[in-house]
C-alpha cells in the first residue's frame, strides 16, 4: 500500500527503496502493515535500534534487562535514529523468539519491538514496548494486535498469552485494547534480571490460525 509520506524514502537510495517496500513474508522474514507501523523481521541495526528504544529507565521498570543489554543512555539517541531498511541480515539470538520491530514509515525511523516467545510455561507469549516518542498515544494497542497477528496469522498458534506486571496500567490496557482477555496464570514471573513481580496475565484464541512462508517458532512445531 503506497503512502505519500514514504515517498521520500523510496526516492533516496533503490536498495533502501527495496527493503522499505517489502510487505510480504518470505523465507527471511516477516513483514506485514498494521495502523501506523510496517512490522517485519528486523535488519541487524534495526534491532540494534529496537533495543534502544526499550533501554531507558522507565521502559526498564517494567522490562527489567540484564545491565549487558541495556543501551546506555550516552548510546540511545544515536541507536534510534538508524535509518530502517539498512544494515545487515539479523540472526536471532534468541532461538524461542520471533522478534519484529514496528517500523514509523513516516519519521523513518525504529518505534519499537513486538516479540512472540516461549513463556515460563513453554507456551506462547507476546510481549513488547515502543520507544518513548511513542508512548501515551494509544499505539500500544497496535504493538500488540500485531504481535497478536504475527502469533496467529504468521506462526499458526491457536493460543498467545501476556503478562503485566500488577500496577502497569498502560500495558494491561494496550492489551485488552488489542482484543486480549484477562486470563488465570501464576500470581508472580521473574524478570530476565531476576526481579521477581507480581503478574496479571491476558489470553487471546484464534480458532484457525494460519502459517506464512516466513521464519516458523520452530520450538513450538509439531
Ligand atoms: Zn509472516
Same mark, same amino acid.
Given at each position: 500500500m503506497a503512502n505519500v509520506s514514504e515517498a521520500p524514502l523510496f526516492g533516496r537510495l533503490t536498495r533502501r527503496g527495496r527493503l522499505m517496500a517489502k510487505r510480504t513474508c518470505d523465507r527471511r522474514g516477516h513483514a506485514f502493515a498494521l $495502523? =501506523?507501523?510496517l512490522f517485519r523481521t528486523p535488519t541487524a541495526w534495526e534491532y540494534a535500534a529496537a533495543v534502544a528504544c526499550g533501554s531507558d529507565p522507565a521502559a526498564q521498570r517494567w522490562l527489567g534487562w540484564l545491565p549487558d543489554s541495556v543501551v546506555e543512555e550516552s548510546l540511545r539517541a544515536e541507536a534510534m535514529r538508524v535509518v530502517p531498511g539498512t544494515g545487515p541480515d539479523w540472526a536471532t539470538p534468541d532461538p524461542h523468539s520471533v522478534d519484529i520491530v514496528a517500523i514509523d514509515l513516516g519519521a523513518g525511523r525504529c518505534a519499537g519491538l513486538v516479540s512472540v516467545h516461549s513463556g515460563e510455561d513453554g507456551g506462547p507469549e +507476546?510481549?513488547?514496548?515502543?520507544a518513548p516518542g511513542y508512548r501515551g498515544q494509544g499505539l500500544g494497542r497496535d504493538l500488540f494486535a500485531a504481535g497478536l497477528l504475527l502469533a496467529h496469522e504468521h506462526l499458526g498458534l491457536f493460543r498467545v =498469552? &501476556?503478562?503485566a506486571e500488577?500496577?502497569?496500567? &498502560?500495558? $494491561?490496557?494496550s492489551l485488552e485494547a488489542a482484543g486480549l482477555r484477562r486470563a488465570a496464570g501464576p500470581p508472580r514471573y521473574t524478570l530476565p534480571n531476576g526481579r521477581v513481580s507480581e503478574a496479571w496475565w491476558y489470553q487471546h484464541d484464534? /480458532? =484457525? /490460525?494460519? =502459517?506464512? +512462508?516466513? /521464519?516458523?517458532a520452530q520450538w513450538l512445531a509439531g
Open positions: $495502523g =501506523r507501523f +507476546t510481549g513488547g514496548y515502543l =498469552r &501476556a503478562g500488577v500496577g502497569n496500567v &498502560a500495558s $494491561g490496557r484464534s /480458532p =484457525r /490460525p494460519h =502459517r506464512c +512462508t516466513g /521464519p516458523q
